[in-house]
RNA sequence: GCCGGGAUGGCGGAAUAGGCAGACGCAUCGGACUUAAAAUCCGAUGGUAUUUUAUACCGUGCCGGUUCGAGUCCGGCUCCCGGUACCA
């Protein structure tokens, strides 16, 4: 009796194999072509693993493996984003040091991603918080310090009462904190920002070029916000000043009936009148106090105070009165507008609250309405009314026409304005990279010299977050006193720290020469990697780190050390897997642990049914009932393949035989490239269905060989048992992916549906060389086609080869 | 509100490019093996109708269209999920 299929023991036996022969590790001289194939890196929180995190990292490595055998080099390693709130409210929260929280969750981790049987190259790890990366993660900040990108700025910014600390725009998700969810307030604070603006228009046409899922670069090109449209430059009368607002409708210049600034407009208090001094003091108050989510909770009644100030229309001469309200705001644009109630939905609304006058100025062929007519704005296309010389245009070219009419007369120009700002960067919190500003008073902000990075952090007693707006790092004297690297004077250190993306947005360029002391990456090591040919992680980091990822690259590229644009071509995102209908988490209690399934049905089993769940990008929910399919699978195959060989049933190749063979190599194949794992593993399924059907006549060597070898970047260890037993050295790995034989395909004969007028009414089976002629004379003879043709005539007969017979009758 | 994505048996899901809807798996039912159970193996399994057999009709969220033929294409809806939120 052949041995029973025990992953309990294979598992562990070749996993050991693999790191004896290192055969992951990724060398030097390898005159292979490189692939690399990358996991977003985690943070390694003290949770651990549980199934649903397993999803990506067993799709990217069916994915590495599977280009191991097409004979690329496969870069596949794995690393720590360990630095950042995560890991520092854990460490507190455990009352240990987050460095020692980090170590502990790291060995933890990396002994559970063991577990999956991945071919990652530890050699590479990386790891945020190691001095040795963050020193170059310092040197990336010096580099846009040098280059004008990192600035410091005293503004209002979000702020997290509970993380107590500044967020950038990306970390509030609906007015709330993106990792604790308290509400987010507004902080005036000297901020270190990061210019990501000055990229918005490459960020956003860049991503044309990117084999990314649709609806993320939509997300990003959202995000980034552009939008086309013309500054104009209004007087204010009496008063000597003007103010500039951005409007994409400049068509709708002439139904401009007012203005409005927002409460924090600098010119507001220059231009108040003295009678509405009170009115307006009071209302800037109150909406300085609100916080966003306020804001946007009162159900969008518009508010508002008029200044006493008017301004002059440019194209008309109109004079309109200046108001302020909260739906401007400070921070789009410029900070003021033109309002145009009868062509936008928010001015309509503010006239009508406010009793404010309404003109059409854009009206499509054929209407008639008036400003008493209407019952909401019109926003739709149309020709330009009641606006003097450009009556007429139509919406469109009314807008370039205005435009080039006010920058004639030098007040306006055409403008493109986007959604995207710059980068709040500091974080007053101590577990992240020190920033590496010197601050000196007699030559300001210096920054650190290269050789002397890493600016280390301190070890402290006391890491928790002050609340001040001041970082922990600021009370710890001996570290905060320095000397000016300039003047050698007395001088204190920066002490906000780095978000966590910082490292995240650029340790892909550090995998391939990870070891390096001298520079950050060397040129050789980029040639041969990147960028990242396939980049696989959940959706949640859509807008976020990549957007960090592709601006820091650009950011390289144009200091010149890489030569590429983009850091990742291809981008996989794969689903969640709920258990009881919601996420896993320890505090639902809903976390199915791989430990008992490995213990149960191996590491394999567990690989298997990740794929087999459901196709990998969509969300699934987790079945104890479902995985059972898989493990039965496995173990019939082992017992099959075990068989033949036991009993030596080993035939020649049928026709048939291969013909199933070579179309499971073509099946598995193709899915593969489509990314349909799902269906790969059915056609695994439904090919050892076949196989078992055919065992009792013997099976050829070929058939089995071939079902072991491809899969193997599913089933690595079960492969590499099998491969062994029948009778193989070498590991499996060694050997190449095989191409099928599309001759072996064809078969002899084949099953042509029949239909009369497009109903099936029989199957013919016949001659796969058939002529049309036959075919149709032999479909005619069937006998149910003859009986429901009865007393009918044939009018119209479709054949389309080697699909289907269609015959049309009265 | 706007922008994406989706809706297929009892369930998860298949269906290149308009050509046999429901592959594969789960569950269920029946059978074999067993003293028995588990495991395993074999078979059935969208709905309705007809006594059998087989056949007919219906069936991919809803309504309509194009076509010899529509889950797939077009027009109009409904519901669900994600993103976004006064961005001028």
Redesign the pocket.
Known sequence: MARKYNPQEIEPKWQKYWAEKEMHTVKKDDSRPGYYCLDMFPYPSGIGLHVGHWRGYVLSDVWSRYKTLQGYQVLHPMGWDAFGLPAENYAIQHKVHPAKAVKVNVENFKRQLHDIGAMYDWNREVNTTDPEFYKWTQWIFANMFKKGLAYRKEMPINWCPDCKTGLANEEV??GACERCGAEITKKNLNQWMLKITAYAERLLTDLDSLEWP??VK??QS??I?R?E?AEITFEIEGHGETVT?????PDTLFGATYMVL?PEHPIVSAITSTEQNGAVKSYVEEALKKSNVE??I?D?Q?TGVFTGAFAINPINDGKVPIWIS?????D????A??SVPAH?Q?DF?FAKEFNLPLQVVIRPDGETFEADDLTEAYTGPGKMVNSGEFDGLAWEEGKKKVTDSLASRGIGKAMV?Y?LRDWVFSRQRYWGEPIPIIHCEQCGMVVVPDEDLPVRLPDVESYEPTGTGESPLARIEEWVNTTCPECGGPAKRETDTMPQWAGSSWYFLRYPDPHNSEKPWSEEAMEKWMPVDLYVGG?EH??LHLLYARFFTKFLHDLGIVSFEEPFNRLFNQGMIYKDGAKMSKSKGNVVSPDELIDRYGRDSIRLYEL????PE????W?D??F???A??L??SWNLITEIIEDDRFIEPTKELERECHGLIKDVTERLEDM?L??A??AF??YV?FL??EKENGIDRASLETLVLLLSPFTPHFSEELWQILGHEESVFKEKWPEYDPKKLVADEM?L?V?I???????LTIDINASKEDILAAAKALP?VVR?MEGMRVV?E?Y?PK??V?L?VK
């Open positions: 998700v609906n649709e609806r939509k997300m959202n995000w916000g939008s449209g607002v951005f409007t994409t409708r927002a804001r946007m009162e969008k518009k909260d739906y401007v705001l400070m789009y644009g410029t900070g507008i033109m936008d928010r609304d304005n959604k959706v859509a807008i087999f769940i459901g196709p969509v969300d699934v929910e079945s009932q479902g059972e399919g898989v039965r699978f173990n019939r349909k799902n269906t593993v059915s399924m439904s269905n078992n059907k099953e549906p239909q007028n497009g109903k099936i009414r029989d199957t149910n429901n119209k479709i389309v699909k289907i269609n049309v």
